[in-house]
């Protein structure tokens, strides 16, 4: 994985030294609040219902051991033992103290990490496929392209006041685990005519309170024009996306109200006086991030056969392994759900496990995925069962992946001063109520939203709950039919919402009446959906 | 009214800056709005010896891309920032193209000397003449 | 209807309550600030201690102050879902 350089490292240390000095003249009532909110957001430090949550940027959701560690350490000496994973691929902290935030700072920068543009009207951090380097399907690892955007979107100068904030997503494979048409800028690696890589550019997707698919704006862009281009993308939207109502000031609704086809012609028109300018590096630079993410030196002859006569682990293997495109190997999801417990939440004690695993079997990597679990994406088949005994011990072995429990969950009104209603609640029941049904029930995706920010991915969710305040009281609205992979879709409103209890109940309703629609026992939810539409499921749940 | 934090030598040109929409072509001094299109004074960058880009609120980001583009074309003399800005947006501003600010709340000079001076190193290129990291690794 | 006034340490974001003359970490430490409500944030509004103050609508009950929306009972209690770090405001079950 990518190490920082000189440079890098001094950024990344001047940064702290700025924070600090920041923190330093608000304390001393040098700058008024209103000055420092939102340097601090620049910085990912909000204040929320509680006390300061910090969100800490994973860049394309790649750790090593050393990192994970000190996200552990983190937890245990400026927080309250625990951090939350997010549908970002970040790790948000929150109990943290404004006064310590320097330190702490400090302490991330001594392993390469930072919480540069994890909030404010900026670039924030770039997503990736979980599964880089290891899924057989993808054409390429998508992170040096994601590192390269990550270097150069780091306080940019021109694009650090946008009207909005603005979400990148880079994938290798066109099985889509990024969800990049729900980005701001979705990027797929594709071949050229002549077989070289290029990128697909998708603009203007989004969920929130106006969701929308991203349409393609450029087929094939050649690696060598990737940042002018870029550069050309975010200088359209700097200029022209609405600022006077910040409900349409995404750039999605700049694409939408121009057109995705005039919304291209603004870019190539602006690309035309930018591409001269030498804003794109040599190819020795793209050449020097990719030489840091060579594929690990992986058995070939490791053995594909494993004993699975233990019956929970043969369901594990089943269930949260995937196929590496190494024979005898595997990836592994750690599942963040088990049921009654907080989606995406991890204990120090859970990080430094993990942290231990990932050094011993899995060639020093973890991956943070936006369904807020972890995976270990490099692992032998033949250390499957240790790897599982030891997950068991830690309470890490629940075997949900892309199930019924495997809910996606915000942290709703217990944390969240956006939020409208509580969600890690619902989850929680949910989970509880659904696991032991879901070997039956197969792939299903759960997601739930406090607010209609949608930062549990609601509108992506085969079963999508957005929770809203009704006079005070907390109502639930449930949405059916999305989905965030590369068959994309918007989940729809199915009726009127339910309190707490009501929308458990209506959950279960759906379900219920899945399992005697599905044309047979494979037929995902999402696909009955599809075939027969909402009717029968409103019929089931108001009727 | 506030004091003008400017990184110029050269004598300040104080004409009155016309808006937009009233200047006449061979004037001296222009402001634009954040909706202003700053492409259009590309014609008139020979005569201009100050363009000053209002900023009416902290979150107002256009004019960055205003003194860029303007820089782009060429122009050499002083672009100024008007408005809600504070001296932790110096390096933004300055990298953006930026040579003079007018901030409503008063730029500290100590605080601002040392947050010009903070960053070594960058990573992209800009209106300024710093030379972002991959042109420096190349030359090892 | 009584009123109290809240806010956030600027140090630590601790949720504070206005306990008449200072600020308490505990809900039932507060007094009904009501009419003066107004005038207590615009005298301490500019010191910039305190972030986030704000009037919020209580009903008094027998156990004390119930605040009259979801948000302000998890402010004052902690997050329902973490009942190991509540606060001794209000029981984690009545939010």
């Known amino acids: 994985m990518y190490r920082y350089d000189k440079y890098d490292q001094a950024i990344v240390d001047a940064r702290v030294d700025e924070f600090r000095d920041q923190v330093a003249r608000r304390l001393n009532n040098e700058i008024s609040e209103e000055a420092f909110k939102p340097l601090r957001l620049m910085n990912g430090l909000y204040l929320q219902l509680h006390a300061y949550m910090l969100r800490v940027a994973i860049p394309y959701g790649t750790l090593d051991s050393r990192q994970l560690r000190m996200l552990a350490h983190i937890a245990r000496r400026y927080d309250r033992g625990y951090g939350h994973f997010t549908t970002r691929q970040n790790i948000q902290y929150n109990w943290i103290k404004l006064a310590e935030t320097p330190d702490l700072l400090a302490d991330l920068a001594s392993v390469e990490m930072h919480a540069f543009q994890t909030s404010g009207n900026c670039i924030r951090n770039i997503s990736s496929d979980q599964f880089a380097a290891a899924a057989a399907d993808e054409i390429a690892d998508p992170r040096p392209y994601a590192e390269l955007l990550r270097q150069w979107s780091t306080l940019h100068p021109e694009f650090s006041f946008l009207p909005r904030k603005f979400k990148i997503a880079v994938t290798g494979s066109a099985i889509d685990r990024a969800a990049i048409q729900l980005h701001d800028i979705g990027l797929q690696l594709v071949h050229g005519p002549d077989g070289e890589i290029g990128l697909k550019v998708l603009v203007g997707g989004g969920m929130g309170r106006t969701p929308m698919l991203a349409p393609v704006i450029r087929e094939f862009l050649p690696v060598a024009d990737y940042l002018s281009y870029m550069e050309a993308i975010l200088r359209v939207y700097n200029r022209h996306g609405r600022r006077d109502n910040i409900y349409k000031a995404r750039i999605k609704i700049l694409v939408n109200d121009l057109g995705a086809a005039e919304f291209a012609r603004q870019v190539e028109e602006e690309w035309a006086q930018l591409k001269p300018l030498g804003l794109d590096p040599p190819p020795s630079e793209l050449a020097r991030i990719a030489a840091h993410f060579q594929p690990p030196a992986l058995g070939a002859n490791a053995p594909v056969e494993i004993d699975l006569s233990n019956p929970d682990f043969a369901n594990w293997v089943a269930v949260n392994t995937h196929p590496h495109k190494v024979p005898g190997h595997a990836i592994v999801t750690i599942s963040l759900k088990a049921p009654g417990e907080i989606p995406g939440d991890a204990s120090a004690d859970q990080m430094d496990i993990i942290a231990d695993l990932a050094q011993r079997y899995a060639q020093d990597e973890v991956r943070v995925t936006h369904a807020q679990n972890l995976v270990l994406p490099h692992v032998r088949r033949a250390d499957l069962f240790d790897i599982w005994q030891v997950l068991v011990s830690a309470g890490l072995a629940t075997a949900n992946l892309d199930r019924a429990s495997d809910i996606i969950s915000c942290p709703g009104l217990d944390y969240c001063t956006l939020a409208n209603a509580r969600s890690i609640p619902i989850a929680q029941k949910l989970a509880v109520n659904l696991a032991p049904q879901e070997g039956d029930l197969g792939e299903l995706k759960i997601k739930i939203s406090g607010c209609i920010n949608g930062c549990g991915h609601h509108h992506a969710g085969h079963i999508g709950i957005l929770g809203v305040d009704r006079k005070g009281e907390e109502n639930y609205q449930l949405l059916l039919g999305g989905s965030g992979a590369e068959d994309a879709s918007l989940a729809r409103i199915l009726g009127p919402g339910f309190d707490e209890n009501g929308i458990v109940n209506a959950v279960e309703k759906v379900i219920d009446r899945y399992k005697t629609l599905r044309a047979d026992p494979q037929e995902r939810f999402l696909d009955t959906y599809r075939r027969v539409g909402a009717e029968p499921f409103k019929e089931a749940v108001y009727g | ?140 | 209807m009584p009123r109290l006034l809240t806010g956030n340490r600027l140090e630590t974001g601790d949720v504070l309550w206005w306990s008449g003359s200072d600020w308490s970490l505990h809900l039932n430490d507060a007094v009904a600030v009501d009419d003066e409500g107004e005038a207590l944030i615009a005298r301490l509004g500019p010191q910039e201690r305190i972030n986030d103050l704000a009037l919020i609508d209580v009903d008094a009950t027998p156990d004390g102050w119930r605040p009259r929306t979801t948000r302000e009972r998890v402010r004052a209690v902690g997050p329902s879902v973490r009942p190991d770090f509540a606060l001794p405001s209000l029981p984690v079950e009545s939010i």
């Not at chain 2, 104080?14 to 072509?25: E, F, N, R, W």
């Open chain 2, 1 to 140: 009214m506030a004091e003008l934090f400017r990184l110029r030598t050269d004598p300040e040109h104080t004409a009155d800056a016309v808006a937009l929409a009233d200047y006449q072509p061979g004037g001296t001094a222009v402001r634009l709005e954040p909706a202003d299109d700053a492409r259009l004074l590309i014609p008139h960058l020979g005569a201009l010896r100050r363009i000053d880009i209002a900023f009416p609120k902290f979150r107002e980001g256009r004019g960055y891309s205003s003194a860029r583009i303007l820089r782009e074309a060429g122009y050499a003399h002083e672009i100024r920032a008007v408005g809600v800005l504070y001296v932790d947006q110096l390096t933004f501003l300055v990298r953006a193209g930026f040579d003079a600010v007018l901030a409503d709340t008063p730029i500290d000079r100590a605080v601002a000397e040392r947050t010009l001076a903070r960053f070594p190193a960058v990573y992209m290129k800009a209106a300024d003449a710093a030379r972002p990291v991959w042109e420096l690794r190349e030359r090892v």
